[in-house]
């Protein structure tokens, strides 16, 4: 019966007896907005950019784009020669609710649609979505 109780404290100790509740990530709320390019800005937006992950880092080939209906034009390259992925941070400028996710850069010239809101988005690629990052790079989205 002894030996019994011990299996059963030690079954217990191991397998459940622990209450502690690990709470699910929340998305962080930006505390203050980005400013919102002017109008000018956002009416001269080109609709497509370049985004390279490259051997000194993260570069674009223009700072403003513009969306439409259908999402945002994004030709996302890697010329590093090793495999990188491309981290995004959007911060919505009415404030809200941020967006985070990643990109596999690809070595095509073509542009793919991605579903990105407005906002202004920080960039930078790494081996991973946290490790060997690059310096953040800062793309405005705006319809």
Same mark, same amino acid.
């Given at each position: 019966?002894? %030996?019994?109780? &011990?299996?059963?404290?030690?079954?217990?100790?191991?397998?459940?007896?622990?209450?502690?509740? $690990? +709470?699910? #990530?929340?998305?962080?709320? =930006?505390?203050?907005?980005? @400013?919102?390019?002017? %109008?000018?800005?956002?009416?001269?937006?080109?609709?497509? /950019?370049?985004?390279?992950?490259?051997?000194?880092?993260? !570069?674009?080939? *223009?700072? &403003?784009?513009?969306?439409?209906?259908?999402?945002?034009?994004?030709?996302? *390259?890697?010329?590093?020669?090793?495999?990188?992925?491309?981290?995004? *941070?959007?911060?919505?400028?009415?404030?809200?609710?941020? !967006?985070?996710?990643? $990109?596999? #850069?690809?070595? !095509?010239?073509? =542009?793919? $649609?991605?579903?990105? +809101? +407005?906002?202004? /988005?920080?960039? *930078?690629?790494?081996? @991973?979505?946290?490790?060997?990052?690059?310096?953040?790079?800062?793309?405005? $989205? /705006?319809?």
């Amino acid at each position: 019966m002894k %030996k019994f109780l &011990i299996a059963v404290v030690i079954g217990a100790t191991l397998f459940g007896c622990n209450t502690q509740v $690990i +709470p699910a #990530p929340t998305p962080t709320v =930006s505390e203050k907005p980005p @400013t919102k390019p002017t %109008k000018a800005a956002i009416a001269n937006a080109p609709k497509s /950019v370049g985004i390279t992950c490259g051997p000194k880092g993260t !570069s674009l080939s *223009r700072t &403003i784009v513009a969306t439409d209906k259908t999402g945002v034009r994004l030709v996302v *390259r890697n010329t590093t020669g090793k495999k990188r992925l491309l981290g995004y *941070r959007v911060r919505p400028y009415g404030g809200g609710v941020e !967006s985070l996710g990643t $990109i596999k #850069p690809t070595n !095509s010239k073509k =542009s793919l $649609i991605y579903a990105l +809101p +407005p906002g202004e /988005v920080n960039l *930078r690629c790494g081996k @991973t979505a946290n490790s060997g990052l690059d310096k953040e790079v800062t793309l405005d $989205i /705006v319809n």
